[in-house]
């Protein structure tokens, strides 16, 4: 079966580091671009960063100011964000997802994990 699982969450000070894992399977990792998404207590989701299939070219959202890194290891078929310089703003449920469209276009056949809580406090 589709699987995207998600670790490395937890509880952190400001200023400190975390990286997050996506382990997938059930799908042909090579073909889907892989994206991370977080979402607020009482906000909508929204992606934070995106990986493409092909030659890796990665995508940031522009607030993150440089502080994060998303990879991959096609080999491992696993994600990962690293993330460095956390914020209390950071804090929220970040979730990996999968689809066969490119990082630039509309998403329509999206595989999603369950999602893993990252708090940052003051």
């Known amino acids: 079966e589709v699987q995207l699982v998600e670790s490395g969450g937890g509880l952190v000070q400001a200023g400190g580091s975390l990286r997050l894992s996506c382990a997938t399977s059930?799908?042909?990792?090579?073909?889907?671009?892989i994206g991370w998404y977080r979402q607020a207590p009482g906000k909508a989701r929204v992606g934070i960063s995106c990986?493409?299939?092909?030659?890796?070219?990665?995508y940031y959202a522009n607030y993150l100011e440089g502080r994060f890194t998303i990879s991959r290891d096609n080999a491992k078929n696993t994600v990962y964000l690293q993330m460095n310089s956390l914020k209390p703003e950071d804090t929220g449920v970040y979730y990996c997802?999968?689809?066969?469209?490119?990082?630039?276009?509309?998403?329509?056949?999206?595989?999603w994990g369950q999602g893993t809580q990252v708090t940052v406090s003051s």
């Open positions: 990986i493409s299939a092909g030659d890796g070219k990665t």
């Open positions: 997802a999968a689809d066969p469209r490119p990082c630039t276009q509309t998403w329509s056949l999206t595989v």
């Open positions: 059930g799908f042909t990792f090579g073909d889907y671009a």
